[in-house]
């Protein structure tokens, strides 16, 4: 009884008001919540007048805005060097955010002011003085997100990536232009999806273009739409962290007061908005099941067809077309539900990245698994178990990448190409901003020359630029 006592006392301490600037109301851990929030960078950038606002979309304390702050920041590499292994072509940002490209560029995609190709990474002279945190790849597109929320595009002149991305009548931008109708939103992601674009706001808000049918996102709009559409349903109301796009469809990585969760919307498919049917959805809906396993949803990748997240514990779950074994389950079956990777019991996983029904893990310890797909040697697996040659053979559950434990750097970004128009290629990022890439050459995108009749590299090659 007299514990008991004592923590009531301790717990209605800390909930006085302090009596401390700027606010005599708050309490203690309100305060000490409040002091953390201004440490972050991306808090810096909000006025007064939007912290509050930015409170009460939080659920009305600094300690559910911190939360919000530090899961954007597990989930995103926004501040940090980061490459991205696009659809033929690939981004590489250092960390003090200069931008180089390489790969294909037929629709001025690299942003160089040509259209040709380039294997060598090659700076982009026009942005120096602008500083970029966070970029995302389509099919002949390039967006790049600037340190102050504004976005910058080029390539194709659509935000509605069609299958035919051919030059048919499309108006092309050869070097980086300032997307006009976001300047009024701070921008901190960006996600291109087959048929739309979307962005997430400083606040947590997500905007599309594209795709507007109103049984696909809510709202009217072809695929020329320049204009941003808030993304309507219960999301309006719901802060989010991390958006992801794939074939059809977007997830988004919710900060709620009960915790963290997962909304979908759009094609279902497969199964891969994880509801339990194949059925679309026209607005965002929670997936129930991850309350189910008792699982805090901490990052989430949508690739093609199938969808993954890593949870606050380290396990990974999978759902939708399991085509390849792409959801590491032992099988090809759907799953339309997430469904725990109990091959990766023993390993806790930090991140996850899906592509075309392949999928990567990476583990607290530096260690990548990958499993599905291996058409391209962009699995990374030279052998199988009984050493025979197996750089394209599919794999239906989670193997370590030994060819990348063998480089000795500890890897702590994986990127892989999500489209289903190109072979896939993969980067590997260590801690000290090396870049290793293998799978898919043809256009330059792994940023290392081939030789005379050479496609693809089964083997991590580190690619010339440090990202440190």
């Not at 199988?384 to 480089?407: C, M, W, Y």
Request: hydrophobic content about 35%; glycine content about 10%.
């Amino acid at each position: 009884m007299r514990s008991c006592s004592l923590l009531q006392v301790t717990c209605s301490f800390f909930r006085q008001p302090a009596n401390f600037a700027p606010d005599s109301e708050l309490s203690i851990t309100e305060l000490a919540a409040l002091d953390m929030c201004r440490k972050r960078v991306i808090f810096k950038t909000i006025t007064l007048e939007e912290r509050e606002l930015l409170k009460q979309r939080c659920g009305g304390s600094w300690k559910l805005v911190l939360r919000f702050l530090l899961a954007g920041e597990v989930c995103s590499r926004r501040e940090r060097s980061q490459a991205i292994a696009g659809p033929g072509h690939s981004i590489a940002i250092t960390s003090n955010g200069m931008v180089f490209t390489f790969g294909s560029n037929s629709l001025g995609q690299l942003g160089h002011g040509t259209l040709e190709e380039e294997w060598r990474p090659r700076q982009i002279r026009s942005l120096q003085g602008i500083r970029i945190i966070q970029a995302a790849a389509g099919a002949g597109r390039t967006m790049l997100i600037s340190e102050s929320g504004r976005v910058y595009a080029f390539g194709k002149d659509s935000f509605g990536e069609v299958a035919d991305y051919g030059n048919q009548g499309a108006k092309l931008i050869t070097t980086p232009q300032l997307v006009e109708s976001l300047k009024d939103i701070f921008v901190v992601q960006a996600a291109i999806g087959n048929f739309f674009t979307a962005v997430l706001s400083r606040e947590g808000r997500v905007y599309t273009f594209s795709w507007g049918n109103e049984t696909k996102l809510g709202h009217h709009t072809d695929e020329n739409d320049l204009e941003p559409h808030l993304l309507s349903g219960p999301l309006e109301n719901i802060p989010v962290v991390q958006i992801a796009a794939g074939y059809c469809y977007l997830l988004a990585l919710a900060c709620e007061p009960s915790g963290m969760s997962v909304y979908s919307v759009g094609c279902g498919l497969g199964g891969k908005l994880g509801h339990g049917s194949r059925s679309d959805e026209k607005h965002p809906r929670l997936i129930e099941q991850f309350r189910t396993l008792k699982l805090q949803p901490m990052v989430v990748a949508a690739g093609s067809w199938h969808a993954a997240v890593v949870g606050k514990d380290g396990r990974v779950c999978t759902w939708g077309w399991g085509r390849y074994g792409c959801l590491g389950h032992g099988d090809e079956e759907c799953e339309s539900v997430p469904k725990v990777v109990e091959a990766l019991s023993n390993v806790k996983a930090v991140h996850v990245a899906t592509g075309d029904y392949t999928t990567f893990v990476l583990s607290d310890d530096g260690d990548v698994y990958s499993f599905g797909c291996g058409e391209s040697s962009n699995l990374g697996h030279l052998t199988a178990a009984d050493g025979q040659a197996n750089r394209h053979g599919n794999v239906l559950k989670p193997e370590l990448v030994t060819s990348l434990k063998q480089v000795n750097e500890r890897v702590v970004q994986i990127s892989l190409t999500n489209s289903i128009y190109w072979n896939a290629h993969t980067f590997a990022l260590t801690d000290s901003g090396k870049l290793y890439a293998f799978g898919a050459g043809d256009k330059g995108q792994l940023g290392i020359e081939l030789v005379a009749n050479q496609t693809e590299r089964s083997n991590p090659e580190k690619v010339d630029i440090d990202l440190s």
